[in-house]
C-alpha cells in the first residue's frame, strides 16, 4: 500500500513570495490534515478535511495560507504571501476516519526555507 | 497552550538496556494517546497507542503505562536497538479527530 505521499521535498523562497504544496493521501483515506512542524517543536494541526469539506481550519493563518481538496483526494497548500516564520517543515497526514484513536499515516513532509 | 509536554528533549541509552520516555498532559478531556517515533527527514510513524479505559499496552518491545490521576504516559523500550534512534513524539487526543503532540525526544542508542 503506497503511503501519503507530498511534493516537493524542500523549498526555498524569499518573503512576500507565494508557495504551494501537494499532497496525496492513502488510497481509500477519507480525513486529511495538513500539519507545520517548526524546528524543536511537535506538529500543530493546520487544517483538517474529512473529503473535499474543511471540518476545521481553526488554527489556519487565513490571511495568508489557503488550502483546498478538490474532489476529496489531493489537497494542496498555499501560502501568500510567506514570511520568515513560516519556515517549517510542512506535513500532511491520512486517516480512515475523524473518532478519537484514528491512526493518522503521515507523508515524509515538505521543508520550508523563507529568506 | 501546549496541552502535551515532553519534558527530556534528549535521551541516551547503552543498547541492550531501557529507555523510559515520559509524557504529560493537562487536558482531562482527553481520553487516546499515541506514540509516534520519526527519523530524519521522514514523516512520523505510528509506533503504539492507548486508550484512557487502560493503564497498559504492550507490543513486542514497546509498551506504554498510563497513570490518568497524574496525567503522565510512559514509553518503555526494552531492550533498546541502534534502530531505535530517532525522535520520539506524544500525542493525545479528545472525543474529536485533534491530535495534540509533544514536542519531541530524542533518543540516541549507544552501542
Known amino acids: 500500500e503506497a503511503g501519503v505521499a507530498q511534493s516537493p521535498r524542500y523549498k526555498i523562497i524569499e518573503k512576500r513570495q507565494s508557495v504551494a504544496f501537494w499532497c496525496n493521501p492513502i488510497s481509500g483515506h477519507a480525513t486529511l490534515y495538513w500539519y507545520q512542524q517548526i524546528l524543536g517543536q511537535g506538529p500543530k494541526l493546520l487544517i483538517q478535511f474529512q473529503n473535499n469539506g474543511v471540518v476545521d481550519d481553526s488554527q489556519l493563518p487565513k490571511d495568508r495560507f489557503s488550502a483546498e481538496r478538490l474532489k476529496g483526494v489531493d489537497s494542496t497548500l498555499k501560502i501568500q504571501p510567506a514570511k520568515l516564520e513560516d519556515s517549517a517543515v510542512y506535513l500532511c497526514a491520512s486517516s480512515t476516519a475523524t473518532h478519537s484513536g484514528n491512526i493518522q499515516y503521515f507523508g515524509a513532509g515538505t521543508r520550508l526555507s523563507v529568506l | 497552550d501546549q496541552q502535551v509536554k515532553q519534558n527530556s528533549p534528549s535521551l541516551s541509552v547503552q543498547e541492550g538496556r531501557i529507555s523510559i520516555l515520559n509524557c504529560d498532559y493537562t487536558?482531562?478531556?482527553?481520553?487516546?494517546f499515541l506514540w509516534y517515533k520519526k527519523y530524519p527527514a521522514e514523516g512520523p510513524t505510528f509506533l503504539i497507542s492507548?486508550?484512557?479505559?487502560?493503564d497498559k499496552n504492550e507490543d513486542g518491545r514497546f509498551t506504554v503505562f498510563l497513570n490518568k490521576s497524574a496525567k503522565h504516559l510512559s514509553l518503555h523500550i526494552v531492550p533498546s536497538q541502534p534502530g531505535d534512534s530517532a525522535v520520539y513524539f506524544c500525542?493525545?487526543?479528545?472525543?474529536?479527530?485533534?491530535?495534540?503532540f509533544g514536542a519531541g525526544t530524542t533518543v540516541t542508542v549507544r552501542a
Open positions: 492507548i486508550s484512557s479505559i487502560k
Open positions: 500525542a493525545a487526543s479528545a472525543n474529536d479527530y485533534k491530535l495534540s
Open positions: 487536558n482531562s478531556m482527553f481520553d487516546y
